[in-house]
Antibody, heavy 118, light 110 residues
């Protein structure tokens, strides 16, 4: 069955960087994209970026443009999200989700809590 | 890019039907049939309930249905059940491999 397994919670200081992993299994990794969606405490969902596991093409929301880099390692079927110059308002649960041909996100990881605090 | 507009809360009694609206623009909801809906219970990951406006993934109850008119999409839950109490989010493709979510609607079963 399709599974997306994310790394554990992270605590970082303002200005630092964080990398969150998302290991996929149960489907041909390169046939789909991976989107990343974050949810600040008590808030709604916010799409932050997408990567094609086939081509490596990426796109990011303007709110994190310049600070976010998405990558994939097809040899291990793992997607990575690196967010730099962390600010307190980056504190959120970050979800990875399988992106189906530009339409919907059909399987989700359980989320990784990233806390930015001095 | 502002979030799609959803009502903050909707409530209904068991067995009733409720509808959640999702208002966007011609650049997102109105421009594509790629509107999806997600259910999220507290502390859990979102779950896909509808895609491409009105299609249900395998395993999702046919009590969930969707539609779209112009720049507004809607999710209807028929025969409301206690287990339907959750937050619901709409999401629209917005072109150039970008997506936008709605602000979310808390559904309460009275």
């Amino acid at each position: 069955q399709v599974q997306l397994v994310q790394g554990g919670a992270e605590v970082k200081k303002p200005g630092a960087s964080v990398m969150v992993s998302c290991k996929a299994s149960g489907y041909p990794f390169s046939s789909y994209g991976i989107s990343w969606v974050r949810q600040a405490p008590g808030q709604g969902l916010q799409w932050v970026g997408w990567i094609s596991a086939y081509s490596g093409d990426t796109n990011y929301t303007q709110k994190v443009q310049g600070r976010l880099t998405l990558t994939t390692d097809t040899s291990t079927s793992t997607a990575y999200m690196e967010l730099r110059s962390l600010r307190s308002d980056d504190t959120a649960v970050y979800f990875c989700a399988r992106a189906v041909a530009g339409t919907e996100f059909d399987f989700w990881g359980k989320g990784t809590l990233v806390t930015v605090s001095s | 890019q502002s979030a799609l507009t959803q009502p903050a809360s909707v409530s209904g009694s068991p067995g009733q039907s409720i509808t959640i609206s999702c208002a966007g623009t011609s650049s997102d909801v109105g421009g594509y049939r790629f509107v999806s809906w997600y259910q999220q219970h507290p502390g859990k990951a979102p779950k896909l309930m509808l895609f491409e406006v009105s299609l249900r993934p395998s395993g999702v109850s046919d009590r969930f249905s969707g539609s779209k008119s112009g720049n507004t999409a809607s999710l209807t839950i028929s025969g409301l059940q206690a287990e339907d109490e959750a937050d619901y989010y709409c999401c629209s493709y917005a072109g150039s491999s970008t997506w936008i979510f709605g602000g979310g609607t808390k559904v309460t079963v009275l």
